[in-house]
């Protein structure tokens, strides 16, 4: 079992990004909690040892997309929706960047982890492939089609569509 | 990089009472970052105690139950009583109607052979049987020599009175076959010498005749090498086997399925 220090490190270093993928994925905050919980009480118990702070990053992103969509697929869950739920997740959504995270949260699922991974983290497809455990050529077309779809509703204007070297 | 989805995204953060709820649910679940001592050994005395006490029980109970010699008994009614290695009757199994009704009338289950043997031989049904003249026949097999020797000597002694009783050692063996056929281990061999002289007889048949009347068809026969295979027709005339058959000393008479014949009383 780790440290309370590393606990506590591996919280200042990765609920960040735990909570984007959180905001990604889930639609209330209770959840978000859940899995803040869940991820990080895997870390504290989890032998594994990092080469180096990306591969513990990758770590973290795979867990907590993993433990998202286990707490999605809740049998319950599946069947039910809280009334207060969009309401809430659009009001957590900061306005200066509304527009944006908007247009992600409305992509179907497939294709939001590969946006957040490749437009905000920069990892490259075969990078993706890993993380997701997805086919490189998978993880190509769920891009090409994501970024159809984000164009289609943002525009082109201001936006930096392909990343150069990366996909 | 795209400036827009960076700063999108670099806008969420994860909140401060967020973190703290984290931090305290972790301290709480990892009971104070303290590793899981391990149970101390007194703590599993209780546990071990009990599993001591069940594999105890099931021992004993294997030592119990288990049969080491078989006492089959056949004179019409045909029963067989197995007993454990504490000379207890375990079982006790009737292999026709007459049967039935004997061990319907006494109570043998745990009790010691002799006492379940006198209750036997002393009942109506079997005091009725002999009575009449009717052949009593009591094999005893078991694995171990010792205890279906002294086993046979106790028979013996139980049966001095009977003239026609007649007691011999037999093997595991041939009681198996005996009972794959659905025949005690008496009738058994009753059946075999009947078929010799009526091949096509059934062990269903033999099953309801008494020794009696097995011997008396036996007998009507003539052929001295089938009377050789009952006991109490060696000399070929009469059914005096008794008192108490032979001892376990002098061998037993069907022994081995050799279907040897000697000298009882």
Known sequence: MRSEQEANRAIERHADTVRRLCMIHLKNYADTEDIFQTVFLKYVLSTVTFESD???????????????????????????????????????????????????????????????LHYYENYTAPEIGKILGKNVNTVYTLLTRSRQLLKEKLGGDGYEWEVSGSV | MNGKFQEAFDSIHAEEALKARTKAFLEQKTNGYRPKKALPYYRLAPVMACFLFVLAGFWGYQLYFTQTSVISIDI???????????????????????????????????????????????SDIIT????????????????????????????????????????????????EEAHELGLSYGKYRAYLAMQEIDPDITPEEVQQ?????????????????????????????????????QGPG????????????????
């Open chain 2, 128 to 175: 009725d049987c002999l009575s009449r003249d009717e052949i009593l026949s009591i094999a005893v097999v078991g694995s171990d020599e010792t205890q279906s020797g002294r086993i046979l000597s106790d028979v013996q002694a139980c049966t001095a009175g009977q003239k026609n009783a007649f007691c011999y050692l037999a093997s595991p063996e041939e009681m």
């Open chain 2, 250 to 265: 002098q061998g037993p008479g069907w022994h081995g399925g050799k279907r040897k014949q000697q000298s009882a009383g």
């Open chain 1, 54 to 116: 990306a591969h513990e990053r990758a770590w973290f992103i795979r867990v907590t997309i993993n433990a998202c969509k286990d707490l999605l697929r809740n049998f319950f869950r599946s069947r039910t929706v809280p009334i207060d739920e969009l309401a809430e997740q659009a009001a957590a959504l900061p306005d200066d960047h509304r527009e944006v995270l908007e247009a992600v949260l409305s992509l179907p699922a497939k294709y939001r982890d590969v946006v957040y």
């Open chain 2, 76 to 122: 019409n009614p045909s029963v067989e009583l197995g007993v454990n290695r504490f000379d207890r009757v375990v079982s006790a199994k009737a292999y026709n109607d007459d049967g039935e009704e004997l061990l319907g009338s006494v109570e043998v289950n745990f009790k010691e052979y002799t006492q379940a043997l006198d209750e036997i031989l002393n």
């Open chain 2, 209 to 245: 005749m008494t020794m009696r009347e097995i011997r008396d068809l036996l007998a009507a026969s003539g052929d001295p090498d089938i009377l050789q295979q009952f006991p109490g027709m060696q000399d070929g005339t009469s059914g005096q086997g008794g008192p108490g058959g």
